[in-house]
């Protein structure tokens, strides 16, 4: 039940703030729906693997200079229920379309 309340608000806040960046822009809102959710999806998505970039670099510099294991391993990308909120609000804007 937690995550349906966190794929809610996901959806509340998406459409928010592509609302907002469509009133700034001029646009109809229904223009700037399923770019705005592929933008939004797209962003978190790097924002990840940015962060697991980052990790994995500082990891392999403590392996290099401690002779130790550092635990390096492929970036997966999890879905979580915020993410699953990003999906499904593309799936219905490009359905809306």
């Given amino acids: 039940m ?38 939004l999806f797209g962003i978190v998505y790097l924002i990840r693997l940015y962060i697991h970039q980052t990790n994995t670099a500082f990891n392999a510099n403590i392996a290099g200079w401690t002779w130790e294991e550092a635990g390096i391993g492929p970036f997966r990308f999890r879905v979580s229920p915020i993410i699953l909120g990003f999906i499904l609000y593309i799936v219905v804007s490009f359905w809306s379309l």
């Fill in 2 to 39: 937690k995550n349906i309340y966190i794929i809610l608000v996901t959806f509340t806040i998406e459409t928010v703030i592509i609302w907002v960046v469509s009133l700034i822009l001029g646009w109809k809102f229904i223009d700037t729906i399923f770019l705005g959710s592929l933008l």
